[in-house]
T-cell receptor
Framework: DGGITQSPKYLFRKEGQNVTLSCEQNLNHDAMYWYRQDPGQGLRLIYYSQIVNDFQKGDIAEGYSVSREKKESFPLTVTSAQKNPTAFYLC????????????FGSGTQLSVL | DQQVKQNSPSLSVQEGRISILNCDYTNSMFDYFLWYKKYPAEGPTFLISISSIKDKNEDGRFTVFLNKSAKHLSLHIVPSQPGDSAVYFCAASAIGGFQKLVFGTGTRLLVSP
């Protein structure tokens, strides 16, 4: 079955620690995205990538980093510089230009110990 | 600055009745609008969309209406079913925005039997 796989489902971070959230898709989509959801708020864009080896900052990129070395994979690192990392993180993909419909993974809940 | 607003955080409806979820936007460059449905601890799933060249789009029990002059769209669910209970997000993308969707804060719909 084609889809987007996020792992782990739950993740705990200690103070000063970097953690990496995994996102893999087998939909052959060009574009991939990372969103963050906080309670009572909409989804906010962290980073997005239109093509392999290229990515752009979204609206709230500070304290995060990404890489796009393979078409299928778009990992997100939450660095120690992100002072409020507790949130639900969603990865998404889309076929690319001409398609606004995003397909989402099931999310990762990140909490700070 | 919240460009996409869903002013009702929650809505309760009886099974079989109509559910109307509202969304307002401020950016006149938005030309494509989508509704996503989200269950707890899961990623959003695409529900229905509408282009700015239309004022109505229908898919089964779901209809989206767009009023460009008022910068307002609404999602109608008829008849509502208990399985429709979820959080509904309105999203918009701008001309040339390459699927950079801007999401509203969501409306939690509860359909009671």
């Amino acid at each position: 079955d084609g889809g987007i796989t996020q792992s782990p489902k739950y993740l705990f971070r200690k103070e000063g620690q970097n953690v990496t959230l995994s996102c893999e898709q087998n939909l052959n989509h060009d574009a991939m995205y990372w969103y963050r959801q906080d309670p009572g708020q909409g989804l906010r864009l962290i980073y997005y990538s239109q093509i392999v080896n290229d990515f752009q900052k979204g609206d709230i990129a500070e304290g995060y980093s990404v890489s796009r070395e393979k078409k299928e994979s778009f990992p997100l690192t939450v660095t120690s510089a992100q002072k409020n990392p507790t949130a639900f993180y969603l990865c998404a993909s889309s076929p690319g230009e001409g398609s606004e419909k995003l397909f989402f993974g099931s999310g990762t809940q990140l909490s700070v110990l | 600055d919240q460009q996409v607003k869903q002013n009702s955080p929650s809505l309760s409806v009886q099974e079989g009745r109509i559910s109307i979820l509202n969304c307002d936007y401020t950016n006149s460059m938005f030309d494509y609008f989508l509704w996503y449905k989200k269950y707890p601890a899961e990623g959003p799933t695409f529900l229905i969309s509408i282009s700015s060249i239309k004022d109505k789009n229908e898919d089964g029990r779901f209809t989206v209406f767009l009023n460009k002059s008022a910068k307002h769209l609404s999602l109608h669910i008829v008849p509502s079913q208990p399985g429709d209970s979820a959080v509904y997000f309105c999203a918009a993308s701008a001309i040339g925005g390459f699927q950079k969707l801007v999401f509203g804060t969501g409306t939690r719909l509860l359909v009671s039997p």
